[in-house]
């Protein structure tokens, strides 16, 4: 059981708009600790998607877009491609814990 | 271009032990935190280590403190993990990935470019 929950699967047709929450504590992201997101395609090693909360690296669409509110974080992505499809990891920091912890991850489908 | 490449994997009976190595190129190796994340057979990624660059700091998950070992040799622009008292849970692609500074600021961490990982398998 994760410290970040995830819905495991979300779907939606191509060119459309899919989010991903990623629901968190008072120890973690309630704490104000960062959220960052990762995009891990079928078969690849992941690969850095947001940083900071909502921070693009050099390379990553503008479609796609990261939040931060409460004890939560979403990840939106925008004008949906087929190969958006991937499996989509938030990560933060838990004080509980005293370590990094990931959300359980959540497969993107595009219909 | 940046790269890691990950090595040491195999099979190895409970109990055993293991040494996975990381080579870096293509930035100042000893300029960032480094960080080791599991990811068992068909779940999802689970953070096990990470180092500062000067490797003066270093943090565990609950689950390998006192059995793995995080190190590295600047020198060589490598790092390593130790892996002693093997369990079947710890089977996993294990990966290597970068951190944006030097050191290892808790709340803001995260991991800038991943290997490709080398494969852990404990079986007897």
């Known amino acids: 059981q994760s410290m970040l929950t995830q819905p495991p699967s979300v779907s939606g047709a191509p060119g459309q708009r899919v989010t991903i929450s990623c629901t968190g504590s008072s120890s973690n992201i309630g704490a104000g600790f960062d959220v960052h997101w990762y995009q891990q395609l079928p078969g690849t090693a992941p690969k850095l998607l947001i940083y900071g909360n909502d921070n693009r690296p050099s390379g990553v669409p503008d479609r796609f877009s990261g939040s931060k509110s409460g004890t939560s974080a979403s990840l939106a992505i925008t004008g949906l491609q087929a190969d958006d499809e991937a499996d989509y990891y938030c990560?933060?920091?838990?004080?509980?814990?005293?370590?990094?912890?990931f959300g359980g991850g959540t497969k993107v489908t595009v219909l | 271009e940046v790269q890691l490449l990950e090595s040491g994997g195999g099979l190895v009976q409970p109990g055993g032990s293991l040494r996975l190595s990381c080579a870096a190129s293509?930035?100042?190796?000893?300029?960032?935190?480094m960080s080791w994340v599991r990811q068992a057979p068909g779940k999802g990624l689970e953070w096990v280590s990470v180092?500062?660059?000067?490797?003066?700091?270093?943090h565990y998950a609950d689950f390998v403190r006192g059995r793995f070992t995080i190190s590295r040799d600047n020198s060589k622009n490598t790092l390593f993990l130790q892996m002693n008292s093997l369990r079947a849970e710890d089977t996993a692609v294990y990966f290597c990935?970068?951190?944006?500074?030097?050191?290892?600021?808790?709340?803001?961490?995260?991991?800038?470019?991943w290997g490709k990982g080398t494969t852990v398998t404990v079986s007897s």
């Open positions: 180092i500062s660059g000067s490797g003066d700091s270093t």
């Open positions: 990560q933060s920091y838990d004080s509980s814990l005293s370590g990094w912890v």
């Open positions: 990935a970068k951190g944006p500074m030097k050191v290892v600021i808790m709340g803001y961490y995260y991991m800038d470019v």
């Open positions: 293509g930035f100042t190796f000893s300029s960032c935190a």
